[in-house]
C-alpha cells in the first residue's frame, strides 16, 4: 500500500492550488482517505476527508474553500483549495484508514507530505 501526495507549491493569498493522492497497491474507494496538515511549530490536523461511502467531513476553517473528491478511475483523491490564506501554509499529508474521519488515529497508511506555502 503507497501513497503519493503531490501538487504543492508557493501561491499567493487569495489563490488556488490543488493537491492530489494517488495510490497504488489498492484502491481508494476502499478505505477512508484523509487529507491532513502540519504547519511549523504545530501539530498535525485533520482537514478533510473522504470515507468509502463518500462521505464527507471538513475541518472548519477551511468549510467553503477547500473541497474533496475522489476519481475511481485515476485511484486518486484531490483536495482543491481556493481563497487560500497564509495560514493554509503547511505540509499537506494524505492517509488512508478503513474508518475515516479527522482524527490521524484511525489512519493506518500515510504518504509523504507536500508542501504547500501561502505568501506573498
Sequence with gaps: VQLQASGGGLVQ?????????AASGFTLDSY????????PGKTRMGVSCIDRDGSILYTDSVKGRFT???DNAKNT?????????PEDTAVYYCAAGLLG??????YDYWGQGTQVTVSS
Design 13 to 21: 493569498p487569495g489563490g488556488s492550488l490543488r493537491v492530489s493522492c
Design 32 to 39: 477512508g482517505i484523509g487529507w491532513f496538515r502540519q504547519a
Design 68 to 70: 474533496i473528491s475522489r
Design 77 to 85: 483523491v484531490y483536495l482543491q483549495m481556493n481563497s487560500l490564506k
Design 101 to 106: 474521519g479527522l482524527h490521524e488515529g484511525e
